[in-house]
């Protein structure tokens, strides 16, 4: 079911819009042209993801001492503990564990945006 969560004027610079849809945290993010919605709890230890960073990641590679970063405006850093979560998949980035976050369907009408719980 797609709610309204709001205008994308109202995320706000490099942090997150919060809100509350049917008892859900959910965390919405504008990130390289696209708009993000996550719950907003880590599975680490439940910090809220929306007070975390937009970012890039080292990527691994096959050469010990090469180093690429990477996945710029796709990776969001938790605020507590730096894990990272892949914003298209919600999967926790480069084994450290199984664990993912809950990501939701965004679309955007007359710069109003919905979020599908």
């Known amino acids: 079911m797609l709610h309204k969560v ?4 109202d ?9 509350d849809v049917e008892g859900r945290p959910i965390g919405v993010f504008k990130a ?3 708009v993000f ?5 880590c599975p680490h230890k439940r910090a809220p ?10 990527l691994p590679t096959s050469c010990a001492g090469q180093y690429q970063y990477g996945m710029e405006n796709q990776v969001l850093k938790c605020p ?18 199984n664990s993912r976050i ?8 007359n710069d109003e945006i919905y979020v599908d719980v």
Not at 80 to 97: A, I, M, P
């Open 32 to 34: 390289g042209g696209k």
């Open 80 to 97: 507590w503990h730096g894990w990272e979560f892949d914003l298209e998949t919600g999967k926790c980035l480069f084994g450290v564990s």
């Open 49 to 58: 993801l929306a007070r975390g960073t937009v970012q890039g990641t080292m």
């Open 37 to 41: 919605a996550v719950k907003n709890i």
């Open 102 to 109: 809950k990501t939701y369907e965004v679309s955007i009408q």
């Open 6 to 9: 709001g205008h994308l004027s």
């Open 11 to 19: 995320i706000p610079e490099d942090d997150a819009l919060t809100v």
